[in-house]
């Protein structure tokens, strides 16, 4: 299902390197979400967006920062990566009545 | 705050009956959901059910709401090695709108052949 895609799928940098996730969906969805999951975390929520330029931080937003300039695309922004982002990444998109529909997520390195 | 909790692993024998377990706290979530985790994938919807309802069935699914003990679980029925999978338990109060979901760490279901 190619409703919505993430770049880039794996990616390797070091600490205090910046560096930009990229969700794109083709269902002109109003609300999008950034995730990270982690062992003996489950996936926790960084930011969301209810609209072009309309966003507001999750549970674990320090550190992160995103943006929202057209509908179809969400990016997530860390300023100075830290060896702690290391993660994998989920982009979601909700479909209503609950279902996010989620992309195959982005794993990030921070050495 | 909201907070979801569930059992990290379960172990079933193929053809058995899986029944995977969750508690939440938020008294007022409106809808509870099921979603299931392949390696190397996102997750993928299997189910959800309102509040206001105790029983859903679809095919090898049921999730049954205990709303007054806060208590979902999902059942699979005749569990095959396909469903081998981490099963994360979510909550909402606006069906995935403004908050997003809350959800539990994952249970791993293993199956022994």
């Known amino acids: 299902d190619a409703g919505i895609t993430q770049s880039p799928r794996h990616k390797v940098t070091e600490t205090g390197t910046p560096v930009t996730l990229r969700c794109h969906q083709t269902?002109?969805?109003?609300?999008m979400y950034w995730y990270r999951q982690d062992p003996g975390h489950g996936l926790r929520l960084i930011h969301y967006?209810?609209?072009?330029?309309?966003?507001d931080k999750g549970e674990v937003s320090d550190g992160y920062s995103v943006s929202r300039s057209k509908t179809e695309d969400f990016l997530l922004t860390l300023e100075s990566a830290t060896s702690s982002q290391t993660s994998v990444y989920f982009c979601?998109?909700?479909?209503?009545?609950?279902?996010?529909?989620f992309g195959e997520g982005s794993r990030l390195t921070v050495l | 705050g909201e907070d979801v909790e569930q059992s990290l692993f379960l172990s079933v024998r193929e053809g058995d009956s899986s029944v995977i377990n969750c508690t939440y706290t938020?008294?007022?979530?409106?809808?509870l959901y099921w979603y299931k985790q392949e390696p190397g994938a996102g997750l993928q919807l299997l189910t959800y059910?309102?509040?206001?309802?105790d029983m859903k069935q679809d095919q090898r699914l049921t999730v049954l709401l205990n709303k007054k003990d806060k208590h979902l679980s999902l059942r699979i029925a005749d569990t095959q090695t396909g469903d081998s999978a981490i099963y994360f338990c979510?909550?909402?109060?606006?069906?995935?709108?403004?908050?997003?979901?809350?959800f539990g760490k994952g249970t791993h279901l293993i199956i022994q052949p």
């Open positions: 979601a998109i909700s479909r209503g009545a609950g279902e996010l529909f």
């Open positions: 269902e002109n969805h109003r609300y």
């Open positions: 967006s209810y609209g072009v330029k309309d966003t």
């Open positions: 938020d008294s007022s979530s409106t809808y």
């Open positions: 059910i309102f509040s206001n309802m």
């Open positions: 979510a909550e909402s109060i606006e069906g995935g709108g403004a908050d997003g979901l809350t």
